[in-house]
């Protein structure tokens, strides 16, 4: 017996938002997180808190001592920070805006180009290198690049300009970016 089946189709993805929109709401929500929080947007000091967090669990005795990790946990558990709850409500709103846009599937990005594994690697290598580099500039694309800009802050403009000239090259490098 034939039993017709049905297409199952994906809801149609919705385009991006308009560069000057998305460059405006941005500037928005920066500036409701300086009048809100006294402070500019940043994700850096969330991980450190986390990794602080972690250490304690597992190594309190060192982690105590370790003067750069012993400083977070004086500041208290890691949910009592207003950068914890800032990257928090980061993930729930990409989270929620791929769920609206229709853009919410599991994918690699560039993998067609350079080969699951390839890609993977890269963006691993890519993320602890730029962790890395946050750390010792004291903040990441969005707390130096974006909220040192924002108060004209020379270290901002420095920051960017080395953060996407360094990006260029090694996109070069290694054989082009995303595709």
């Not at 500036?31 to 190594?59: D, P």
């Not at 599937?105 to 946050?134: D, N, P, Q």
């Not at 750390?135 to 020379?154: D, F, K, M, N, Y």
Request: one cysteine or more.
């Amino acid at each position: 017996m034939f039993t017709p089946s049905i297409p199952v189709c994906d809801p149609p993805e919705r385009p991006y938002w308009p560069n000057l929109l998305a460059g405006f709401a941005l500037g928005l929500v920066l500036l409701l997180t300086f009048v809100l929080t006294g402070h500019g947007l940043g994700a850096t000091g969330f991980t450190t808190r986390l990794s602080a967090w972690l250490g304690e669990s597992v190594l309190p005795a060192w982690t105590l001592k370790n003067d750069y990790l012993g400083s977070f946990l004086e500041d208290g558990p890691v949910l009592s920070s207003w950068i914890s709850w800032q990257v928090l409500g980061v993930f729930a709103g990409g989270l929620a805006s791929a769920w609206l846009a229709g853009r919410m599937r599991w994918r690699i990005e560039g993998a067609a180009s350079a080969g699951r594994g390839t890609r993977l690697l890269k963006a691993v290598v890519g993320g602890i290198l730029a962790g890395f580099g946050a750390r010792i500039a004291a903040g990441c694309t969005s707390g130096v690049g974006l909220s040192g800009s924002a108060v004209l802050g020379v270290a901002g403009f420095v920051f960017l300009g080395a953060f996407f000239a360094a990006g260029l090259l090694v996109s070069r490098l290694t054989g082009g970016g995303v595709q």
